[in-house]
Nanobody, 126 residues
Framework: VQLQASGGGLEQAGGSLRLSCAAS????????ISWFRQAPGKERQFVAG????????SYVDSVKGRFTISRDNADNTVYLQMNSLKPEDTAVYYC????????????????????WGKGTQVTVSS
C-alpha cells in the first residue's frame, strides 16, 4: 500500500483546508486510514480515522466538530476537511493505513499503523 498526502498550506485562524490522501496498492474494506499530526517537539498525535468500508470514524476530541474525515472509494482517496482552524492545529500531517478488523480497528496508536505517507505541512497563523 502506498499513500500520498497533499493539500497542506498556510491559512489564517478560522480558515479551512482540505487534505487528501491518495491510496494505491492492495487496499480493501478491511483497512483503516487515519490522519496523524506532529508539531515541532511533540509526539505524533492521532487526529482522525475512517474504516475503508466507511462503517466508522473516529476523532481526537480537540478536532471534533471542526474536522471531517471522508473517503471516496472510486478515487481511492481519503479526505480531511479542516474548518475553523486554530494556530494549535499547526503541524505536519501524515496519513497512515493498517489492515484490521473489529472494534479496535480505528486505533489512536501510531505504532500500530503499517503504512505511512510523506507528511504535508499545515500552518495556521493567528
Amino acid at each position: 500500500v502506498q499513500l500520498q498526502a497533499s493539500g497542506g498550506g498556510l491559512e489564517q485562524a478560522g480558515g479551512s483546508l482540505r487534505l487528501s490522501c491518495a491510496a494505491s496498492g492492495r487496499i480493501s474494506s478491511s483497512y483503516a486510514i487515519s490522519w496523524f499530526r506532529q508539531a515541532p517537539g511533540k509526539e505524533r498525535q492521532f487526529v482522525a480515522g475512517i474504516r475503508w468500508s466507511g462503517s466508522g470514524t473516529s476523532y481526537v476530541d480537540s478536532v471534533k466538530g471542526r474536522f471531517t474525515i471522508s473517503r471516496d472509494n472510486a478515487d481511492n482517496t481519503v479526505y480531511l476537511q479542516m474548518n475553523s482552524l486554530k494556530p494549535e492545529d499547526t503541524a505536519v500531517y501524515y496519513c497512515a493505513a493498517r489492515s484490521c478488523s473489529g472494534l479496535l480497528c480505528l486505533t489512536t496508536n501510531p505504532d500500530a499503523m503499517q503504512y505511512w505517507g510523506k507528511g504535508t505541512q499545515v500552518t495556521v497563523s493567528s
